[in-house]
C-alpha cells in the first residue's frame, strides 16, 4: 500500500494510509483492520511524530495551490474509532507568486489533465521538519 505511515502505540502498529485511512495491526506485518478515517480525501503526502499519546500528522492535500505542508494533532486514545484530528496550521508554504520552484505538475495516477501548482518539493519538506522533530 503507498503512502502507509506507521507508528507504534499501546499494543498496537498504527498505519496512516492516503487519504487519511487508519489501519491497525498487532504484529505490524498482517492482518490489519480499517479504522477510522481523518482529514480529507484530498490528503496525500504524510509524515508521522508521535510524542507521548499526541500524534503529530504533518501532510499536504491533492488541490491545494500553492502546495503547502500543514500540521495537526491527534490525541490518542483506547478507542481509536474515536480519535479526531485537531484543526491544521499551515507550517511551510510557497512565499511569492515568482517562487522559482513554480511549474506544472500532473497527478496521472488521480487527475487526468495537469494543474497549476506551487510546486515546493512536499516530500523532502515533510523529512526535514520530522528530522528537526526528533532532534529538537
Known sequence: MCYFRVFQWDGYYYALALSGIFYRSRNGLTD???GPTLFTKNMRHSAVKLNGSTLYVFYSNIFDSPERILL???ELTVDWMSWKESEAITVIEPEMDSDPVTSEIGLPLLLPLPIRARNIQIKFAL???ISACVVG
Open 127 to 129: 523529512s526535514l521538519l
Open 32 to 34: 490489519f483492520e480499517w
Open 72 to 74: 495537526a494533532t491527534i
